[in-house]
């Protein structure tokens, strides 16, 4: 729930609601009598009995008490216990010691005890009017509990299994954060003794902030370093220029008793093109082997906070004295009930092209949402409640890098890493970062693979990771908009052979366990190049080829397009050559523009050519043993690779989609058998 946003400090109520608001001149006088330990103040508010007469829209308390009384998490709780017909909600106000505590939440049934839930009341500022009921002071996720309860969860990672990080590597520079002013520290300058105490000697403990820049002007307003300001932020970096996202991040460090703090627009040289590609190549290790990475989960942009908890509604306390404006008092949800799921799924951190890599190479991660706190480690994910819902974010197997077959860890890269990346629709604030955002990521894998990068995809593996399919129709543009895009793009990404050309989820079903086991390649990758734009090989690129030698079939008019049902809800787009099945293609635009109406039938029209890639045999059919049958499936290799389409240029093709040809009727390997081979370059 966010609070309104509109020139009244308060938030929306209906009139049902607005008996929230409290008047000090009905106060009777037994609530402020400091000898009742505590005095509820009822509220002429009840819900009898649906949940659903409840205005969520126009009213922000309506919105909380559904969250309430309908969670998500509600199994887990003491509501489970109440039959959901004839519950009854009524609400009070808490009074202890003449201290405005709480908002009550009463659900009642006639046949059960109540269950309560308890809405915190705080002053929404550091210094709060004053008022005749005393106000707690805005409530943090540094509270006492709240940073117990991370201390201990980050302890009892230390103990896990995982991969741990390393105690022998920091950053090139980190923010040095437990003395009374900020300074840059350059970690290889060999007059900083603590990074420098001998070869066994561990070094010290960093955290690392992952946060939301913000488009401009929240980035532009950023204070950054750059190679005229180092040696003033080597003095002092000016705590009161921070933007709130970092002076928060500070403070957590800080409570966490953590000397250093790493926090990218501060620890790299914005205007050195040369070490924002080194850093980004460096991101696995600076995330990986934090102590902590700090999500700053719940901030927009750089400008917004995440400590002060921002769960409330905004409600006036009216004065005697009619002449002095209301007093603010925040009514909170119940402390941290809200799940992972619940608090940080929807946040603008989560779709953010370059938190993802940052997310995913942390080895563990506080993440503050609006009402809550989370943690997660490769082997745990937990929220500061009792209600546990897992939304656990994929992070690298770093187990499986250190040890695992190198088949494994290309799958690893295909379904965790690119296909987890298209699954959220990052958003970009230039679209040339997406190859530079997973920069540490790919730097990570090539330590332990030694093989190629090609702008999102690996060479040995081509066989393999060429075949990747788009499926969020809604991103399909047409055919005509598909080509001029990838022959003049307003700005080149990466060739269109890698899945990072690509917006829309993208999947790479030759990895699926029917296949991976018998897939092998019917191609030769003759040559393999991207222009990178600047030193890192995993940076952005600006152009880049294939040469592939392979069996090639040119499509014609007699390939005839037929949709064919494959079970409830799943259709198959297929082409048959005469009156028989060929192949089911996946292709990267609409598909009107590809075929043509003639005499009732869909026929292929568009210059399109099938370039073979690999072959596999379906684990599934592989075990049955069967000959042909009354489907026609037959025995043998199931053949796969991708739909091309002639550039601009004579003699280059751009991909425009995909194709598997099934051994049935005429599909399977053994059609291509009698195919030309051919050298193509795509582009």
Same mark, same amino acid.
């Given at each position: 729930m966010v609070t309104i946003q509109s020139p009244s400090p308060f938030s929306k109520l209906c009139q049902k609601c607005k008996v929230l608001e409290l008047d000090e001149k009905s106060l009777p006088e037994s609530a402020l009598d400091t000898s009742v330990p505590e005095y509820e103040l009822a509220l002429d508010w009840e819900l009898v009995p649906r949940i659903d007469v409840l205005d969520k829209k126009a009213c922000d308390f309506c919105h909380l008490v559904s969250s309430i009384v309908s969670s998500p998490w509600e199994a887990q709780s003491d509501l489970a216990r109440l039959p959901k017909h004839n519950r009854r909600v009524s609400l009070c106000y808490v009074i202890r010691q003449k201290r405005l505590e709480a908002l009550r939440v009463k659900i009642h049934h006639d046949r059960m005890d109540d269950v309560y839930f308890h809405c915190p009341i705080a002053s929404p500022t550091a210094h709060p009017q004053g008022s005749p009921l005393g106000l707690k002071s805005p409530l943090t996720h540094l509270d006492h509990n709240p940073l117990a309860w991370m201390q201990s969860k980050i302890n009892s990672c230390v103990t896990h299994n995982h991969t741990r990080p390393q105690r022998n590597f920091v950053p090139d520079r980190l923010i040095r954060v437990d003395q009374d002013k900020l300074s840059l520290v350059l970690t290889k300058d060999s007059s900083n003794s603590q990074f420098h105490r001998g070869p066994s000697t561990e070094l010290p403990y960093y955290a690392a902030l992952t946060y939301c820049w913000g488009p401009p002007p929240h980035s532009d307003r950023q204070l950054k370093t750059y190679q005229t300001n180092l040696s003033d932020h080597m003095r002092e970096i000016p705590e009161d220029k921070l933007p709130q996202a970092i002076k928060d991040a500070v403070l957590v460090t800080r409570a966490l008793s953590i000397p250093y703090l790493w926090v990218d627009a501060l620890c790299i040289l914005q205007d050195v093109g040369s070490d924002w590609d080194h850093q980004c190549t460096q991101m696995d290790n600076i995330y990986g082997n934090a102590h902590v990475t700090i999500s700053a989960a719940v901030s927009k942009n750089c400008e917004e906070g995440f400590i002060t908890r921002k769960d409330m509604i905004t409600v006036p306390f009216h004065l005697r004295d009619v002449s002095v404006p209301p007093i603010s008092i925040s009514i909170h949800f119940p402390s941290y009930h809200k799940t992972t799921s619940e608090d940080i799924a929807a946040a603008t951190w989560v779709n953010r092209g370059w938190t993802f890599q940052e997310r995913m190479a942390s080895t563990r991660?506080?993440?503050? %949402?609006?009402?809550?706190?989370?943690?997660?480690?490769?082997?745990?994910?937990?929220?500061?409640?009792?209600?546990?819902?897992?939304?656990?974010?994929?992070?690298?197997?770093?187990?499986?890098?250190?040890?695992?077959?190198?088949?494994?860890?290309?799958?690893?890269?295909?379904?965790?890493?690119? &296909?987890?990346?298209?699954?959220?629709?990052?958003?970009?604030?230039?679209?040339?970062?997406?190859?530079?955002?997973?920069?540490?990521?790919?730097?990570?894998?090539?330590?332990?693979?030694?093989?190629?990068?090609?702008? %999102?995809?690996?060479?040995?593996?081509?066989?393999?990771?060429?075949?990747?399919?788009?499926?969020?129709?809604?991103?399909?543009?047409?055919?005509?908009?598909?080509?001029?895009?990838?022959?003049?793009?307003?700005?080149?990404?990466?060739?269109?052979?890698?899945?990072?050309?690509?917006?829309?989820?993208? &999947?790479?079903?030759?990895?699926?366990?029917?296949?991976?086991?018998?897939?092998?390649?019917?191609?030769?990758?003759?040559?393999?190049?991207?222009?990178?734009?600047?030193?890192?090989?995993?940076?952005?690129?600006?152009?880049?080829?294939?040469?592939?030698?392979?069996?090639?079939?040119?499509?014609?008019?007699?390939?005839?397009?037929?949709?064919?049902?494959? %079970?409830?809800?799943?259709?198959?787009?297929?082409?048959?050559?005469?009156?028989?099945?060929?192949?089911?293609?996946?292709?990267?635009?609409?598909?009107?523009?590809?075929?043509?109406?003639?005499?009732?039938?869909?026929?292929?029209?568009?210059?399109?050519?099938?370039?073979?890639?690999?072959?596999?045999?379906?684990?599934?059919?592989?075990?049955?043993?069967?000959?042909?049958?009354?489907?026609?499936?037959?025995?043998?290799? &199931?053949?796969?690779?991708?739909?091309?389409?002639?550039?601009?240029?004579?003699?280059?093709?751009?991909?425009?989609?995909?194709?598997?040809?099934?051994?049935?009727q005429l599909g399977g390997l053994e059609f291509f058998d009698g195919c030309e081979t051919k050298t193509v370059r795509l582009i």
């Open positions: 991660m506080l993440m503050f %949402g609006k009402s809550n706190v989370h943690f997660q480690c490769r082997d745990d994910c937990f929220s500061m409640s009792k209600y546990q819902l897992d939304y656990h974010f994929s992070v690298v197997n770093r187990d499986l890098l250190n040890e695992g077959d190198t088949g494994l860890i290309y799958e690893e890269w295909a379904t965790e890493v690119a &296909m987890e990346f298209s699954a959220y629709g990052l958003e970009f604030t230039r679209g040339t970062d997406i190859l530079p955002s997973i920069a540490g990521l790919a730097t990570l894998f090539s330590h332990r693979l030694h093989d190629d990068y090609l702008a %999102g995809l690996w060479k040995t593996d081509l066989y393999r990771c060429l075949k990747w399919d788009l499926h969020r129709p809604g991103v399909l543009t047409g055919y005509k908009d598909l080509l001029d895009g990838l022959q003049h793009p307003t700005q080149y990404i990466a060739p269109s052979w890698s899945w990072a050309s690509k917006s829309g989820l993208v &999947m790479f079903p030759v990895y699926w366990g029917v296949y991976i086991k018998n897939a092998r390649s019917e191609c030769a990758v003759l040559e393999a190049v991207v222009q990178l734009k600047g030193t890192s090989a995993f940076g952005e690129v600006t152009g880049g080829y294939l040469d592939i030698s392979a069996k090639l079939y040119t499509g014609s008019r007699q390939l005839v397009y037929q949709e064919m049902d494959d %079970g409830p809800g799943i259709a198959r787009q297929t082409l048959h050559l005469g009156d028989e099945y060929l192949v089911d293609i996946e292709t990267d635009c609409i598909l009107g523009g590809l075929f043509e109406e003639r005499d009732g039938k869909r026929e292929l029209t568009a210059p399109i050519s099938f370039l073979l890639i690999g072959s596999t045999i379906s684990e599934e059919k592989n075990q049955g043993g069967r000959g042909q049958d009354e489907d026609g499936a037959k025995p043998g290799r &199931m053949a796969y690779g991708l739909l091309i389409h002639p550039a601009e240029k004579p003699g280059e093709f751009v991909r425009v989609g995909t194709f598997e040809s099934q051994c049935s």
